[in-house]
């Protein structure tokens, strides 16, 4: 750890890891239709930030807000649980932080909470308007295919990843693209 006062350069990795990313052909189109994504690349940003400076306990914070933002980022909880340094303890407060912050919601209608933040996920039918590759798929492969994909994302990023902030965020970033393929 630097010196108290001192804080440390972010790693070489950021910078290539933010210029991919605003490279891919899908990030105009989303940061235009959709103010959530845009929180969620700056949660997920500040997280490793905040691991790659070695303030773990911090990067909880705007990973619970991720959580909070958008409910597919639960498939990232298997990849934190292990990541160095984070792990399944700081996973559970990002997970109950999360809660926190939709409770107010929930409480005013849990009906419609529940709708609307799990139903819409699994019983509304594929938007045709969908840039997946799995909207072409069969109806049964669907699910097995991003399944697969999601496992493969797993096994090749748990072993390889760099253990940095920018490592987390480019591991998460193959899961969240192979689980949206």
């Known amino acids: ?18 210029l991919l990313l605003r490279a891919m052909p899908g990030t105009p189109h989303v940061v235009e239709q959709s103010w959530t994504e ?16 070695g303030r773990v306990n911090w990067a909880i914070v705007p990973l619970g807000v991720a959580l909070a933002t958008k409910q597919y980022l639960i498939v990232l909880v298997p990849l934190l649980c292990f990541w160095p340094n984070f792990g399944w ?11 926190v912050i ?4 929930f409480l005013v209608n849990p009906e419609r ?8 996920h699994i019983f509304l039918p594929p938007m045709s308007s969908s840039m997946s590759i799995w909207l072409f798929l069969p109806g049964p492969v669907r699910t097995v ?17 760099p253990r940095t902030g920018p490592g987390c965020l480019l591991g998460a970033g193959a899961v969240l693209a192979l689980f949206a393929f």
Request: proline share 14%; net charge positive.
């Open 102 to 105: 939709c409770l107010p919601w």
């Open 38 to 53: 845009p929180m969620l690349l700056l949660a997920m940003t500040a997280a490793a930030a905040l691991i790659d400076r």
């Open 145 to 161: 295919a991003v399944a697969l994909g999601v496992a493969i994302a797993y096994s090749f990023v748990a072993p390889r990843a």
């Open 113 to 120: 909470f529940v709708a609307c933040t799990i139903g819409f």
């Open 89 to 99: 303890r700081r996973v559970a407060a990002c997970g109950a932080l999360a809660g």
């Open 1 to 18: 750890p630097p010196p108290p006062g001192r804080v440390p350069p972010i790693s070489g990795g950021t910078l290539p890891v933010a």
